[in-house]
């Protein structure tokens, strides 16, 4: 079954750290742009970070620049969110998704959430303050 699981999230204080990990099973994350996105109640669902896996290219949202790396264990077939210096306006459900999206425009397209056709089943990330 072709599917992507996360896993990763929970409770955690205002300054604490997460890493989050998402693995992808019947397929391989070749060829394929990798990103999280996040959805706290009432707002709209925003573009975290996007890897493309076959060229370790990465794309970050500026407000999180610094805070927040993605990368991947090829090996593992998964994509990992490392969330440091996190806040309480972080809280959110954080969704990895993948899509076939042509490295060369990504840096345009990479929050475009419509545009992934795979989505993990998402997990909460609450930030105490």
């Known amino acids: 079954e072709v599917q992507l699981v996360q896993s990763g999230g929970g409770l955690v204080q205002a300054g604490g750290s997460l890493r989050l990990s998402c693995a992808a099973s019947g397929f391989t994350f070749d060829n394929y742009a990798v990103g999280w996105f996040r959805q706290a109640p009432g707002k709209a669902r925003e573009g975290v970070s996007c890897?493309?896996?076959?060229?370790?290219?990465?794309y970050y949202a500026d407000s999180l620049k610094g805070r927040f790396t993605i990368s991947s264990d090829n090996a593992k077939n998964t994509v990992y969110l490392e969330m440091n210096a996190l806040k309480p306006e972080d809280t959110a459900v954080y969704y990895c998704a993948a899509e076939r999206a042509p490295p060369q425009l990504l840096s345009q397209v990479w929050t475009v959430w419509q545009a992934y056709d795979r989505w993990g089943q998402g997990t909460q990330v609450t930030v105490s303050s």
């Open positions: 890897l493309y896996v076959s060229d370790g290219s990465t």
